[in-house]
């Protein structure tokens, strides 16, 4: 629902994949489960590009933050599959290169979900619920 309301909106979007290096990892890109599902695959029409990291920083080995900067980019919106993994690391090493940080909130996530948001609520990122982000998106459709 994100995802698509920032292509509707026009929003640039930049997608992070994370290939592990670990064999054994299921986020290796040997393994079946490291694969993008249907909804979150990028659109090459819609210029979407689609970045490999290795690490938990999707700032690391990447040209993400060169990226933003050519664009112009002051604040991301961050979503993620491990919130206390790389979404963390990212919004950190984020907010320390001066980007303006949120990250999306839902009512069904889990209890580290939750208690990663709230240890670092206003210190690196504002915590925003995916609805708000959703309406304000909306909002900004209107503009386009």
Same mark, same amino acid.
């Given at each position: ?103 999306? +909130? @839902? #009512?069904? !996530? ?5 208690? %990663?948001? /709230?240890?670092?609520?206003?210190? &690196? +990122? @504002? #915590?925003? !619920? ?5 309406? %304000?998106? /909306?909002?900004?459709?209107?503009? &386009?």
């Amino acid at each position: 629902m994100l995802l698509l309301s920032f292509r509707k909106a026009h929003l640039p979007i930049i997608h992070v994949k994370h290939d592990s290096s670990t064999l054994t990892s299921p986020f290796h890109p040997s393994h079946t489960g490291n694969e993008l599902e249907d909804y979150a695959k990028p659109l090459t029409t819609n210029n979407e590009p689609l970045l490999h990291k290795s690490v938990n920083s999707a700032f690391i080995g990447t040209d993400l933050e060169k990226r933003l900067r050519e664009q112009g980019t002051l604040s991301l919106v961050i979503v993620g599959l491990t919130t206390n993994h790389c979404c963390e690391t990212t919004t950190r090493m984020a907010g320390n290169l001066g980007f303006r940080c949120i990250l999306c +909130t @839902t #009512i069904k !996530a889990n209890e580290v979900h939750f208690n %990663t948001l /709230a240890s670092f609520n206003e210190e &690196f +990122t @504002t #915590i925003v !619920a995916t609805k708000q982000i959703l309406d %304000t998106i /909306a909002t900004l459709s209107y503009i &386009f």
